[in-house]
């Protein structure tokens, strides 16, 4: 509704050449649903049209300028007031004048560079979205559209395996081994556990899968741990000497973003996603923590996983 001649009196609509062929990926919102968006990467060239239309042919629209922006932004949930843009671009549409009827506006942003996969976090959310503004002298009318960026990654050249001992003085001693460090996110984990040395009763074991989310930097650093899955890999006492558990374990989460570095000299920053596997032996009295490994997440590549329309 309109009050005193100041309501909204034309629709603003973003439109992409490519619209039709481009492919479509999934990507959760905020409230944790998930929506599909179009699927751009890295160099890319976006372009389109503004497209305006009077709700009422017989008036005009005043305005002071036409632009449209093209932003890649990082959002503290906490700290929502204080936004991060890493990329920032526009184009003047139209100098400032009157709108007489509907009419559709050209852009082109040519090779943009999207450096980060866009991503939506416990506390933070990295964003690229197209932002139409008519500047008006009492109130702007903007319209924006978000979009999807995914990053083409290969798999690291040193991917060596992982091997450690563990355990309690002259009680315990344990040995894993994982057949590599890094993994993409539809990967199987492959290891195995070897218990050495056995003094002490054990009623069973599981493993924790931690998925960590670390934003900020400095002195400002806030961690989010989510765990994402629990399995008993042994119930019962081990027999000395013998391999047990995690393998195989099956990997099949979203694929989360590998943004690293962002924001030097800011507040700004997120580290790069990685999981976390707690060992856990459960005695008669209380659990016991043997070990914590750490294994970065690599993003597999994305082609060929959107979907058209």
């Known amino acids: 509704m309109s009050f005193f001649g100041f309501g909204q009196s034309v629709e603003v609509e973003i439109l992409l050449n490519d619209a039709e ?10 409230d944790g649903k998930k929506e599909k968006y179009f699927l751009f990467y890295d160099g890319e060239t976006v372009s389109g049209k503004v497209s305006l ?3 009422n042919p017989n008036k005009r629209l005043e305005h002071q300028g036409i632009k449209i922006e093209f932003i890649g932004q990082i959002e503290l949930y906490y700290d929502r007031g204080n936004h991060h843009e890493f990329v920032s671009l526009v184009k003047d549409l139209a100098r400032p004048g009157e709108i ?9 942003f040519t090779h943009v560079e999207k450096p980060y996969e866009s991503y939506t976090g416990q506390n933070v959310k990295l964003r690229y979205f197209l932002r139409a503004t008519i500047s008006r002298r009492l109130n702007d009318v903007v319209k924006e559209m978000d979009i999807v960026v995914h990053t083409l990654s290969t798999y690291p050249e040193l991917n060596s395996s992982i091997k450690m001992e563990v355990g ?17 996110l539809k990967d199987v984990i492959v290891g195995k556990i070897y218990f050495l040395l056995v003094r002490i009763k054990i009623k069973h074991m599981e493993i924790d899968i931690i998925k960590r989310e670390t934003t900020g930097t400095g002195p400002n ?13 042994m119930d019962g ?6 391999p047990s558990g995690p393998g195989p374990l099956l990997l099949c989460f979203q694929a989360m973003c590998s943004v690293s570095a962002l ?3 800011s507040d700004f920053g997120v580290k790069p996603l990685s999981f976390i596997y707690l060992f856990y032996l459960f005695f008669e009295t209380r659990p016991y923590r043997v070990a914590g490994i750490e294994l970065m997440a690599v993003p597999s590549t994305h082609v060929g996983r959107g979907e058209k329309g």
């Open 21 to 30: 062929s481009r492919k479509r990926a999934e990507h959760k919102t905020e």
């Open 53 to 55: 239309s009077l709700k």
């Open 100 to 108: 007489t009827q509907s009419q559709a506006f050209d852009f082109e």
């Open 168 to 184: 309690i003085e002259d009680c315990l001693h344990i040995e894993f081994e994982y057949n590599k460090s890094k993994y993409h």
């Open 221 to 233: 650093v806030y961690h989010e741990n989510d765990t994402i899955a629990k399995y008993e890999i």
């Open 237 to 242: 006492a081990p027999v000395r000497g013998e």
């Open 263 to 265: 924001g030097k000299g």
